[in-house]
């Protein structure tokens, strides 16, 4: 089971890649979470400072770039 | 019938019918304002909408597809040199994304984990406050004096106000976050020149396009308006060799958009606005086509536009309607303006700071807004002070510093940007 967080403080990015987070956990198939962290606190403590990001369980991956639903596949395999 | 969830709407229909009711059509001033603000749309989407704003799209797309973000940040970490983090903070609004959902992240990493309180107020306050496309409409629309005061006092403002606050909090120490920075992928690979000339002939086609008449007509500057077009098309010719040469884009694509360009001049005989059309339609077609960094252009520039333009058209209508056009009356008497921030006395400065530090401008719509109140007799001082205080603050902004800094910081940090702004408009005000 693979533990995904949509970092964003609610932009219209960040609500697109969660969107394509959504595809991707789908298209890929697999058991997955996915959860969006949107106090700026929190984002921090992750080492973050360029929304949107995207962590799959619990290490950032992507950092200021909405990734498409494939690129998000790749990290989920 | 549920009253507790049907009573909003209750009053939403009363007021509704009210406000219909007693609709104050056939009062002159109430119409007169409703043609105003026809005029002022008009004026806008005649003037300012192909020669500037879609050019000044692409340019904002271009700058958050093509300018390296890293290497921006790289400046403002834990170990950079704290002269160089208050320069870097104090012009990379310019450069980075410019909604304010960005610069809070980035503000409280730079807080939390870099170079500390003093950068991270000065980025705070040029993030919002030096953006390229409202520099560009404020010189296109409330003149070049104003537009290159606005520039430079954002950036001088940003680099004193951070470090004020630097000085007046020196005592406190924050507990860093130990997290290391996760910076983005640095796969930008291309040379600093080509970045720098790719971005040169673009600002180029913007300014020779929107050249002003000059009064004398003589000497250089009439020869450069004589020759406008022609300049605007060299420069335009020269970003499409770029584009096939660096951007990697078809050579027969922009061969065929630059081909029609030309044919479209030709057969209107030079008229430039069709031909500039044409050719801002092609680089359109061409950026929405490609698959690499062309397509990512498109996209960003596209994001922009769709952001901005609503609340633009809103900002205008808007301001037409309660300020009128230059030496026209909307709604609001110019009188009531001319008292609270005409001429140029320190308490129509103060005013108009203070009041723009409270007031909420969606992106761009300060400049008409401004421009109507200038019409109506705010003096240029309290202009200025109002650009300087408006856009980088607002109500809902000061909420969420709070959240990170705490009330006695956030206080202080509103309370010098509007002295400061009150201070220089005064001087600009005093000068001109």
């Known amino acids: 089971m693979k533990k995904i967080q949509v970092l964003g403080t609610g932009c219209p990015k960040c609500k697109t890649l969660m969107a394509n987070a959504e595809a991707a956990v789908e298209a890929a198939g697999i058991e997955a979470t996915i959860e969006k962290v949107d106090q700026i606190a929190d984002i921090m403590k992750l080492g973050v400072m360029i929304t949107p990001a995207l962590a799959v369980d619990g290490e950032v991956k992507s950092v200021g770039k909405v990734l498409s639903a494939d690129e998000i596949k790749k990290f989920l395999a | ?432």
């Open chain 2, 1 to 432: 019938m549920d009253w507790k969830s049907e009573w909003k709407k209750w009053v939403w229909i009363v007021a509704a019918f009210l406000a219909c009711f007693y609709l104050p059509v056939g009062n002159a001033r109430f119409d007169h304002a409703l043609l105003e603000a026809a005029h002022l749309v008009k004026w806008y989407a005649r003037e300012h909408v192909l020669l500037c704003l879609i050019p000044a799209f692409f340019i904002a797309g271009a700058i958050g597809v093509f300018v390296s973000q890293t290497a921006v940040l790289k400046y403002l970490g834990p170990k950079a040199n704290k002269w160089v983090a208050y320069g870097v903070a104090s012009v990379s609004g310019s450069i980075l994304a410019v909604c304010s959902c960005t610069i809070l992240p980035l503000f409280t990493g730079i807080y939390r984990m870099g170079a500390g309180l003093g950068p991270a107020c000065a980025f705070l306050y040029s993030g919002p406050a030096i953006n390229v496309l409202a520099m560009i409409m404020t010189a296109r629309i409330l003149g070049p004096e104003l537009g290159l005061a606005r520039a430079i006092g954002a950036v001088v403002f940003s680099g004193v106000v951070g470090y004020a606050m630097q000085l007046l909090f020196r005592r406190e120490e924050v507990a860093k976050i130990a997290a290391s920075i996760r910076m983005p992928d640095d796969q930008d690979g291309r040379p600093l020149w080509q970045t720098a000339l790719y971005f040169a002939s673009m600002v180029l086609i913007l300014v020779f396009a929107n050249f002003g008449k000059p009064q004398s007509s003589e000497g250089v500057w009439a020869a450069l308006y004589r020759l406008k077009w022609v300049l605007t098309s060299v420069c335009a010719a020269g970003l499409g060799v770029m584009l096939v040469a660096w951007i990697k884009m078809r050579m027969w694509k922009v061969g065929l958009v630059a081909a029609v360009t030309a044919l479209t001049a030709l057969a209107t005989g030079g008229n430039p606005l069709a031909a500039f059309t044409v050719g801002a339609l092609g680089l359109a077609w061409l950026t929405a086509t490609d698959k690499g960094e062309g397509g990512s252009w498109f996209e960003s520039s596209w994001t922009f536009a769709k952001q901005i333009l609503p609340l633009l058209l809103i900002g205008v209508v808007v301001a037409g309607f309660l300020l009128g056009r230059v030496g026209q009356e909307g709604a609001i008497p110019s009188e009531w303006v001319a008292r609270a921030v005409g001429g140029n006395s320190l308490r129509a400065n103060f005013l108009a700071s203070f009041a723009g530090a409270f007031m909420y401008f969606a992106t761009l719509t300060e400049v008409p807004i401004i421009q109507g109140l200038m019409g109506a007799g705010m003096g240029k001082g309290p202009a200025l002070a109002l650009l300087l205080a408006g856009p980088a603050l607002s109500l809902p902004s000061m909420l969420v510093i709070n959240s990170v800094l705490g009330l006695k910081k956030t206080a202080t940090f509103v309370s010098l940007v509007v002295m400061l702004a009150t201070v220089t408009g005064y001087v600009f005000g005093r000068g001109c």
